[in-house]
């Protein structure tokens, strides 16, 4: 089954198409003047949610690609939290061999691939391929290709 028949309305999640604007509108009521916040985002010194803008420009990038961009969460009752979290997920678009790769966006450089092994196992029939998108070199780690953001244009 296509991943728009399993969607649903009860989240969304919201990118905006100029990551400019997007940190523009971000730091507005920021005392930094437009320039400094720049020099400090591209420096590593301002204190932001890295992930925020690169889970945006990683969404750029796949929609110029022409991917419709969706994603997975489940709720697990017992630990009530959210126990699996995927960011992306795109599809082969393919009629008779339809396949789903899920994409996680790592903005650091120490993370957990717990998530998406999870969810690879829950849908291993489904699923063509993993992928994090982080930012260090090529690498396969747990049956997942890892991936660096200018490599994102391949998928």
Known sequence: MGLSL???DTYI???LGDIGLLVSHAFDENELLEDEVYKQILSGKLGLNEGMLYENTIAQMLVANGHRLFFYTHYNEEKRRNDIEIDFIISNNSKTKYKMYPIEVKSGTRYSTESLLRFKE???SRIGGC???HPRNL???DDILCIPPYMTICL
């Open 6 to 8: 399993n969607g649903s």
């Open 122 to 124: 829950k849908y291993k």
């Open 139 to 141: 690498l396969v780690k």
């Open 131 to 133: 992928y994090i998108i």
């Open 13 to 15: 999640r919201c990118y």
